[in-house]
Structures are given as C-alpha cells and as structure tokens.
C-alpha cells in the first residue's frame, strides 16, 4: 500500500511525512524544498488480535507495542504543486507522475489560512481554494494523459480495455474503468470524446481509484478549529482531519530523547525526565493540554482512518499452527496482513505466496477450530491457517 501525501507548497507536508515516519527531510517555509519525492514508512495502528486471544505475540513483519499492532504503509511525500503544474508550471508534471502508483492521497491544506494556495502569506485565506487547486491539478493531470492518446483511443474497438491499458500504471483497473464511462453515459468503443467527456471521466475515475481526505493542518495554530470545522460542513463528500504535524514530530522526538512516555496517537503522554528546563516543561504542559482536549494531535487518527476506513482494509493473520496460533519456528502471531474488504481465504494464501495458493486445498478458522473454503470472505481479525499441497 502506498500513499500520497500531496498540496500547495509551505502547508507542511514535508512536516507531516517526517511525523508519520521520523524521517529526516529538508522542512523550510519556501516553495520547493521538496525536489525529489520523500519516501518512508509510516504505521497504521489497531488492537493486536494478541488481547483477544489472551496471549503474548512475537510480531514480524509488524510491530506490536503494549497490544497494539503497528502496521507498516507505504508513504510519499513530493513537490508542492503550484496551479498549472499539469501544463509544467513550478516543478510541472514529475510529481504528480511520482504519485501513479499511490492507492490514495493525503491533501495537506493550511487550517490557519495564513497561507495561499502559492504558498505565499496571507492574512485570512481559505484553506479550501488549497484543495481546490489540488485537486483541479489531479484532474487535468489525468485529463492530459487521456487527451494525449485519444487519436490511439479512437482507433480501438475496445474501448474499456484500451483506457485500461493506458492507465494501468495508474493502479486504475477495468472494472473501475468500465464502472465510470457508464456513470458519466459515454461511449465504450471506438472512443472520440469531447473535452468535457474527458474532464467528466478524469473526475470520476479519480474519485473512484483514488480516495482522497484532507488533512488540516496547523490545527493548533488560533483560528484553525473554526476553519476546520467549516471545511467539514463545507465538503460533506471528504473526510477533514485537523492535524498538527509539527507538535506530533515534536513529541516523537521528545519521546526518542526519553523526555516523555509517549504512544503516537495518544490523548495524553506523561513526563519522564525531571531534569528538562522550565521552558521544555511549559511547551510539553502546553501540548499535552492540546491534546486531552482535541484527542491528539490527529496525525495517528488520520493515517488510521486512510487505511481502515477510506481504503477498507482489514487485518488478518495467518498462522500455521491453529492451536498454538504460531508460524513453523514457534512465533506467535508473527505476521499482520493487510486485506481489502470483501477479500477471500484464497486471496490470502495468494500473498503468503502463489504456490500455496494454487495448492490451497482449505483454511482454518483458527479462532473457531473450524474448516472454511477457498471462497470463504475474511473477517477483521481473523486468524487464518491454509492448508495446501504446497509449502
């Protein structure tokens, strides 16, 4: 899984990248610190299937801290995009090229509207003409893709398959693909569309294969919370997340400095170092009140809500011994394996490897201790072992 974090410049997405996954990268309030993409590792977090199984795991693949299961994703972080980019304005279209294979976007905007959408100071802006401007980029982004080949389009008596092809390094597929031109009432084959069929089908599609959610930042700056919850009311079809990616990178560096007892997504942390100054007491004290009343500093929450919510993912793990809930060296509950809703046994024993799957035979349901099939649809949590003709 990957996922794009995206917006105008100097709304601190660089920020937020560095808080999701401690990262060193270049943060300053001017366009373009960000040249070439950011990547890292980011955590979803969720109970670990540990508590309801009354035991201790010996995570893998994962990390699992005080039962909670730390699930590793995928994160980019690239350019800040001005307006024109898809016509090679700013840093033009390479950034948004390097976003292709993300499963969905982060759209950062500034919640104290102390910045415009160019990333210059303002007074009193609105932080929805930032993710406006985004998102007419993304739109035009694949708008030119498709105007680009639709002499080649036009030839093609096929036409899903052909749109397919072109946009498949888009992670956009052909039932995706086909659900859209019949929502938007457009011609299948031989495709010679209009601009304005374009343009409807790049926001279709886009709104399809690509969730999207705003992420608020600077929530913690005064003003932020009205503007935010005005962006919620605003933009009902979107999910609105206040952030503030700067105090989370703070408290994570506090806590790696052994200052704080702190668990990223938290409501409160607790001071474990009497040594600190009056200074660092008063801005942890000042934080930490931020953070009982606004329940964290939303970073956590929005990474968790993109993966399990927005994109529907499940957990589920698999095991090779179903009663001891271990892998064949004895680990107890070693892997957490991401799975999209409406997902089967069989799929699973496909990500363990190919060969399992084409010899799967059955699974076991190993909280149950029963036998499913192949087609079995998985559940949250689930602890799965497959039973194949291969190893």
């Given at each position: 899984?990957?996922?794009?974090?995206?917006?105008?410049?100097n709304?601190?997405?660089?920020?937020?990248?560095?808080?999701?996954?401690?990262?060193?990268?270049?943060?300053?309030?001017?366009?373009?610190?960000?040249?070439?993409?950011?990547?890292?590792?980011?955590?979803?977090?969720?109970?670990?299937?540990?508590?309801?199984?009354?035991?201790?795991?010996?995570?893998?693949?994962?990390?699992?801290?005080?039962?909670?299961?730390?699930?590793?994703?995928?994160?980019?972080?690239?350019?800040?995009?001005?307006?024109?980019?898809?016509?090679?304005?700013?840093?033009?279209?390479?950034?948004?090229?390097?976003?292709?294979?993300?499963?969905?976007?982060?759209?950062?905007?500034?919640?104290?509207?102390k910045?415009?959408?160019?990333?210059?100071?303002?007074?009193?802006?609105?932080?929805?003409?930032?993710?406006?401007?985004?998102?007419?980029?993304?739109?035009?982004?694949?708008?030119?893709?498709?105007?680009?080949?639709?002499?080649?389009?036009?030839?093609?008596?096929?036409?899903?398959?052909?749109?397919?092809?072109?946009?498949?390094?888009?992670k956009?597929?052909?039932?995706?693909?086909?659900?859209?031109?019949?929502?938007?009432?457009?011609?299948?084959?031989?495709?010679?569309?209009?601009?304005?069929?374009?343009?409807?089908?790049?926001?279709?599609?886009?709104?399809?294969?690509?969730?999207?959610?705003?992420?608020?930042?600077?929530?913690?700056?005064?003003?932020?919370?009205?503007?935010?919850?005005?962006?919620?009311?605003?933009l009902?079809?979107?999910?609105?997340?206040?952030?503030s990616?700067?105090?989370?990178l703070?408290?994570?560096?506090?806590?790696?400095?052994?200052?704080i007892?702190?668990?990223?997504?938290?409501?409160?942390?607790?001071?474990?170092?009497?040594?600190?100054?009056?200074?660092?007491?008063?801005?942890?004290?000042?934080?930490?009140?931020?953070?009982?009343?606004?329940?964290?500093t939303?970073?956590?929450?929005?990474?968790?809500s993109?993966?399990?919510?927005?994109?529907?993912n499940?957990?589920?793990?698999?095991?090779?011994?179903?009663?001891?809930?271990?892998?064949?060296?004895?680990?107890?509950?070693?892997?957490?394996?991401?799975?999209?809703?409406?997902?089967?046994?069989?799929?699973?024993?496909?990500?363990?490897?190919?060969?399992?799957?084409?010899?799967?035979?059955?699974?076991?349901?190993?909280?149950?201790?029963?036998?499913?099939?192949?087609?079995?649809?998985?559940?949250?949590?689930?602890?799965?072992?497959?039973?194949?003709?291969?190893?």
């Amino acid at each position: 899984m990957l996922i794009g974090i995206i917006g105008a410049p100097n709304k601190g997405k660089s920020t937020l990248f560095s808080a999701l996954t401690m990262n060193k990268v270049d943060i300053a309030d001017y366009p373009f610190t960000t040249i070439n993409p950011n990547k890292g590792v980011a955590y979803a977090t969720k109970p670990c299937v540990e508590r309801e199984l009354n035991t201790k795991c010996n995570a893998r693949n994962s990390l699992c801290e005080g039962g909670t299961r730390m699930i590793p994703i995928n994160v980019i972080d690239v350019a800040g995009l001005v307006e024109g980019a898809h016509e090679g304005k700013g840093m033009g279209n390479q950034f948004l090229n390097d976003l292709a294979a993300a499963d969905a976007f982060m759209i950062v905007v500034d919640a104290s509207g102390k910045t415009d959408p160019s990333g210059n100071p303002c007074a009193d802006c609105d932080p929805i003409n930032d993710f406006e401007m985004v998102l007419n980029e993304l739109r035009h982004w694949v708008f030119g893709i498709i105007k680009r080949h639709m002499p080649a389009l036009a030839k093609s008596k096929d036409g899903i398959g052909a749109l397919q092809g072109l946009l498949t390094g888009l992670k956009i597929t052909k039932d995706e693909i086909a659900e859209c031109v019949k929502s938007c009432y457009l011609t299948e084959n031989s495709i010679n569309w209009s601009d304005d069929d374009i343009m409807a089908f790049s926001k279709s599609i886009l709104g399809i294969a690509k969730p999207i959610a705003i992420i608020a930042n600077k929530s913690d700056v005064p003003g932020a919370e009205g503007k935010i919850k005005e962006l919620g009311s605003r933009l009902n079809d979107v999910r609105v997340f206040g952030c503030s990616a700067a105090m989370e990178l703070a408290l994570k560096k506090a806590s790696e400095q052994m200052l704080i007892d702190y668990i990223p997504g938290a409501t409160s942390f607790n001071i474990i170092n009497n040594a600190i100054n009056k200074e660092q007491k008063d801005a942890l004290e000042y934080m930490n009140r931020f953070l009982e009343k606004h329940g964290g500093t939303g970073v956590q929450s929005a990474i968790n809500s993109m993966v399990f919510e927005i994109l529907d993912n499940i957990v589920v793990y698999p095991v090779e011994d179903e009663n001891k809930f271990t892998d064949h060296s004895g680990n107890v509950l070693p892997d957490a394996i991401l799975l999209g809703k409406d997902r089967k046994a069989v799929d699973l024993a496909g990500i363990i490897h190919t060969d399992i799957a084409k010899g799967m035979l059955y699974a076991i349901d190993a909280k149950k201790k029963i036998k499913i099939g192949k087609e079995h649809i998985l559940r949250d949590n689930d602890v799965i072992k497959i039973v194949s003709t291969k190893k």
